[in-house]
Structures are given as structure tokens and as C-alpha cells.
């Protein structure tokens, strides 16, 4: 039957016109035998066994069949060996890649076809066979079906090694193929994290480097706030702020540490100086500036504790400055009293019938007023001195009238003339006595007339 002629068939929704080797070769051949051949003669891939597992469950008589049968054909000598595949074909897979498994049949197929044709042409022979004949067909076809699927079973087992083979090979390939991937994603890996670390470093670098220039800058400020006593003010522009700056960006530097130590000690010392000035107040504000800088500094509590040690002295010394200052002032107003006591006693009214006395004097010249008339008209002034302990007066000439004199707080005066008032002088243990007219005249021990103002 032309596959042509079959195709059409089909394409035209007719029945398929080759009829099957089960109505042609009834009562002459084995029917699983027959079924085979109709089931290899499908006309579609799908239509045949695609698994040497189908074409088993096709002669289920296989398995039974002896290890090894060997028979002779009548006009051959050929013999063909059975083996037991029992246990060969319990290995085989169930299923297997249909495109795989198509062409590892195609032989088994044409063998089958052939077969079929040679056997379903039983209308060409006009003899038919006998019984005998018969019998021997069958078992000999049953042998050939039988050497067929064995040597598809090898064909499939060597296939199967094979593609074993393959596998591994493949498998290996991959493997390989895998680890030369791996190995080159590890290089990259490597280098893009030595490419991001050498970025992180340098980026860090410069960071470095900016945040290093930042505090030198503020450094720089702050030396120069220090120099011109900018320590705590104004706000933004004093030393303080600009180094506590720099702790921010490096709590570990050296110099910040060291210039607001700095800065406290100015604090204090301008509190010391502020102390020896007597001015409290400001001494402790200075120290109260200080403990803001470095709150609990021993170098304050020293400082504070100093002050107050400072302010004490200084208290007590004047309390005792005012203590004695009020025993002085009680002293002199005891000395004053005393003397102005000694005054009244001693003092008396001169008349104009005598001259003053040495008490007179003394006590005209100690603050006392005495007023009076000089008792010759004939002199115009009388001079007054003691030259060993008694006191004399000394008439000038020239005098034309009585004038009025008078001696008030140490000095002697008159009112008339041209003369003026004059004062006592003392120098030491020595008076000098100077004339009208100023000049020095006559030096005695107690007391100077005449210095013309």
C-alpha cells in the first residue's frame, strides 16, 4: 500500500484503506503478532509503540520464551538464538525522549513491515500450507520477533550507555564551563572590590585631607582670637568656640586640648589679678568663666579656694586698718582735748598796759586768736622771741602810730603800714627770724617773725 494513498485517505476524512494484517493473516499467524505489525504500521508516529515498554506489553509471550531456541528453517540453515531479556528490560526506563527513542526503533519497524509484507502475501501462493507448516511459521516468526526485540533491547542498552557517556561528558563540560564562570565572577568580584576599596580610600583620603585643612584653619583663628583676648565673646568669632570645633571634627586633637586649657588659664589669672586688686566681684566672675570652660577643673577649685583665702586676708587686714585708724583718730581727739584744755588754763586776755606772753604766743600759734593794741605809740610793731627761755619783745623804730595786731592760726598780723601779715616758720629744731622786708635777720630755737608773704 503506497503511503501516498494512505495520506490522502486520511486528508480526505476517508478510513484507512490498508486493511489490517489481523483480517489478512487470520487463522494463520499469531494475533499478537499480527496486532504488532498492524500497531507498527501506524501511519502517524503517535499511532505507534513509542517505548520499548510498549512494544513489550505487545508480546507479553516474550518473557516466557526459553533462554536460547534454535531452529531450522527449511530452506536456510541459518540459526537464530533467543536470549532471556527478563532482566536486561527491567532496567530499561520507562520513558524515554520520543525524538531519541524514534530512531533506535526505526529498525525494528522496517524489520516488522518487512516481515509483515512477506507474510500478509499469502494470496500470491496458490498452496496453502499444512498444519505442520503452519506451526512451524509461527514458532519461527515467534523466534525472529523475539531476536528482534533482544537486539533493540542491546541497541537501546548500548544507546542508553552511550547517552551515559554523553551525560557525563556534557555534565563535566558544564562543570568545567561552570567553574571557569565561577572562577572569572570571582576575579571580577575581586576587582570590583578592590576598584570600590581603592575609591572608599581615596574618597576617605580626602575627606581626611579637607577635614585636616578645616582644623588647621580653625587653629589658626583661634590663636589668633587668644591674641586679642577674644576668648568667650563675641559669639562666632572667639577662641573657645573655634576650638571646641575642632573637637567636634577630631575629639582627640592635642592642640584644641591644649588651647582651651589655655584659655581657662587666662580666665584665671586675669581672676588672680582682679584678687590683688581687691576687686571681688570680678575675680569671680573671671573664675566662674573658667569652671564653664572645664566644669570641676582642679585647677578652678584651687583658684576659687585661693580667692576666698585672699578675700579673707584682705577683710581681716581691713578690719584691722580700721581698727587702728579709729584708735588713732580717738588719740588725737584725746591730744586736742588735752591741749585745748591746757589752752584755757594757760590762756589770758593781753591788755594794752602789757605785752603778749610766751603763753600767748604759744597758744596764738596753736590755733588760738588774741587780739590787741601795742602799748608804746612810739613803735609800730614789736617783735617776740626767747633766746634762753625767757621772752622778750623788740621795739622797731619808724612806728608813727598805735596799730592793731592780732595772731591767728600761727600767724602774727597787723593792720597798719605796709606791712603785712607774717608767719612763723620751722625748720627742724631751728627758727629763723626774717625782717619786715623779708630778709633773714636773727635765727632762734622756738620761733620766726617776719617772713613777708
Keep these: 500500500m503506497d503511503a501516498l494513498v494512505r495520506g490522502n485517505a486520511r486528508i480526505e476524512g476517508k478510513p484507512d484503506p490498508m486493511e489490517p494484517a489481523v483480517e489478512k493473516g487470520k487463522g494463520r499467524y499469531s494475533m499478537l503478532f499480527l496486532r504488532a505489525i498492524d500497531a507498527a504500521l501506524g501511519f502517524t508516529p503517535e499511532e505507534r509503540p513509542q517505548t ?5 506489553r ?5 518473557e516466557k520464551t526459553q533462554p536460547v531456541t534454535k531452529t531450522t528453517h527449511r530452506s536456510q540453515a541459518d540459526t537464530v538464538t533467543v536470549v ?3 532482566g536486561q528490560a527491567s532496567t530499561i526506563p520507562g520513558k524515554h525522549d520520543q525524538n531519541i527513542v524514534k530512531w533506535l526503533l526505526a529498525g525494528l519497524i522496517v524489520a516488522l513491515i ?7 502475501l499469502p494470496w500470491k501462493s496458490a498452496i496453502k500450507p499444512a498444519p505442520e507448516q503452519q506451526q ?20 537501546e542498552a548500548q544507546r542508553k550507555q552511550q547517552e551515559e557517556q554523553v551525560r557525563l561528558a556534557q555534565e563535566a563540560e558544564a562543570k568545567k564551563v561552570q567553574e571557569e564562570q565561577e572562577r572569572l565572577a570571582a576575579l571580577k568580584k575581586q576587582e570590583k572590590e578592590r576598584l570600590e576599596q581603592e575609591r572608599a580610600q581615596a574618597e576617605e583620603a580626602e575627606a581626611a585631607r579637607r577635614k585636616q585643612q578645616r582644623i588647621e584653619k580653625l587653629l589658626t583663628e583661634a590663636d589668633k582670637a587668644m591674641a586679642a583676648s577674644r576668648l568667650t565673646s563675641p559669639a562666632g568669632d572667639n577662641a573657645l568656640e573655634y576650638l571646641q570645633s575642632v573637637l567636634k571634627l577630631d575629639a582627640d586633637n592635642l592642640r584644641a586640648r591644649q588651647g582651651i586649657g589655655r584659655v581657662q588659664s587666662r580666665y584665671l589669672k586675669l581672676a588672680e589679678s582682679a584678687g590683688q586688686q581687691g576687686e571681688w566681684s570680678k575675680a569671680e566672675f573671671y573664675i566662674n568663666k573658667a569652671d564653664i570652660i572645664q566644669p570641676g577643673a582642679e585647677t578652678v577649685f584651687m583658684a576659687r579656694d585661693k580667692l576666698a583665702k585672699q578675700k579673707a586676708k584682705e577683710e581681716k587686714e581691713r578690719i584691722k586698718l580700721a581698727e587702728l585708724e579709729r584708735k588713732r583718730i580717738e588719740e588725737e581727739k584725746k591730744i586736742i582735748e588735752e591741749d585745748r584744755r591746757q589752752a584755757e588754763l594757760a590762756f589770758v586776755q593781753p591788755t594794752l598796759d602789757r605785752a603778749m606772753t610766751r603763753d600767748e604766743i604759744i597758744s596764738a600759734f596753736s590755733g588760738k586768736t588774741v587780739e590787741g593794741y601795742h602799748i608804746k605809740k612810739s613803735f609800730s610793731f614789736t617783735r617776740y622771741y626767747d633766746p634762753d627761755g625767757t621772752l622778750e619783745a623788740v621795739s622797731k623804730k619808724k612806728g608813727v602810730r598805735v596799730g592793731q595786731w592780732s595772731a591767728v592760726e600761727g600767724m602774727l598780723c597787723e593792720d597798719f ?10 625748720q627742724g629744731e631751728a627758727v629763723k627770724k626774717f625782717g619786715a622786708d623779708g630778709i ?5 630755737n622756738k620761733f620766726m617773725l617776719g617772713k613777708k608773704l
Excluded at 512451524?136 to 541497541?155: D, G, M, S, Y
Design 84 to 86: 532471556d531479556e527478563e
Design 58 to 62: 505487545l508480546f507479553p509471550t516474550a
Design 136 to 155: 512451524t511459521t509461527e514458532a519461527k516468526q515467534q523466534q525472529i520477533l523475539q531476536e528482534a526485540v533482544r537486539k533493540t533491547l542491546e541497541a
Design 440 to 444: 633773714l635777720s636773727v635765727t632762734y
Design 52 to 56: 520499548v515498554a510498549e512494544w513489550k
Design 114 to 120: 518487512a516481515i509483515g509484507f512477506h507474510l500478509l
Design 417 to 426: 603800714g605796709r606791712k603785712k601779715c607774717r608767719r612763723v616758720v620751722e
